[in-house]
């Protein structure tokens, strides 16, 4: 299983209204595109205050490496990538394929 997490610092401008609309079109995206097999989000909760202003995490977990490369190019991802994108001022992505016991 490949873990895809993605981190997401919105743009001050970006209203609550507007991050709700960015996070439903998020959750859209595996009744859209087969190969992701789960989906998790949240936001920061954590008391360390190491976020670097980074507010939403998501979790997309996929089969393996081919599925995770089938989602990146998709249409829908794309499109998701042209709503979100105006309204971020930082984004970090970190793959993984678990190697702890």
Request: charged share 25%.
């Amino acid at each position: 299983m490949v873990q895809h997490i993605v981190l997401f610092k919105f743009k001050p401008e970006a209203t609550p209204e507007k991050v709700a609309e960015i996070v439903a079109a998020f959750e859209a995206l595996p009744s859209k595109i087969k190969e992701i097999k789960g989906f998790q989000w949240g936001t920061n909760n954590s008391p360390e205050k190491l976020d670097k202003g980074l507010t939403h995490a998501f979790i997309l977990t996929f089969d393996n490496e081919k599925d995770r490369d089938t989602y990146l190019p998709h249409p829908a991802h794309k499109a998701f990538g042209g709503i979100v994108g105006p309204w971020l001022a930082d984004v970090t992505v970190v793959d993984f394929t678990n190697k702890g016991k």
